[in-house]
């Protein structure tokens, strides 16, 4: 995937995201879900700050793209922690979100090949 700059994105009107996000959350009713549900109404915050809009469906951007580039920076910061964290409690979480984060990574990466025309292996 060449590294080409994606546009910053344009406000098409539409309902936020993040907002879709926190109604999924909110739907869980445990305690981490209502934290999490704070924390994505906080980055909306700062993504409006930033670019002057929320999230939106159909901004200009490749969100698929977007993910993955998330996805691969979130392995290489939980890659970090494990080794900042040998021998601690929370290790062992942090070695399952790590594994999750490559997980996810691959099905993203996988995702983009299916859509632009590559192969189509299933995940």
Known sequence: MAAVEQPAPTVTGGPSIQGMVCADLASLSTPDARQVEADMRQR???????????????????????????????????RQA??????ERVHGLLHV??????????????AIDVRDGGSD???
């Open 82 to 87: 494990l080794e900042e964290t040998r021998g």
């Open 44 to 78: 909306e915050q700062v993504g409006v700050a930033r670019y002057g809009t929320p999230l939106q469906a159909g901004n200009g951007r490749d969100a698929v793209r977007d993910a993955y580039e998330e996805a691969l920076d979130g392995c290489a910061y939980l």
């Open 97 to 110: 979100s790590y594994v999750r984060a490559i997980t996810l990574a691959l099905s993203l990466r996988r």
């Open 121 to 123: 292996v299933a995940v």
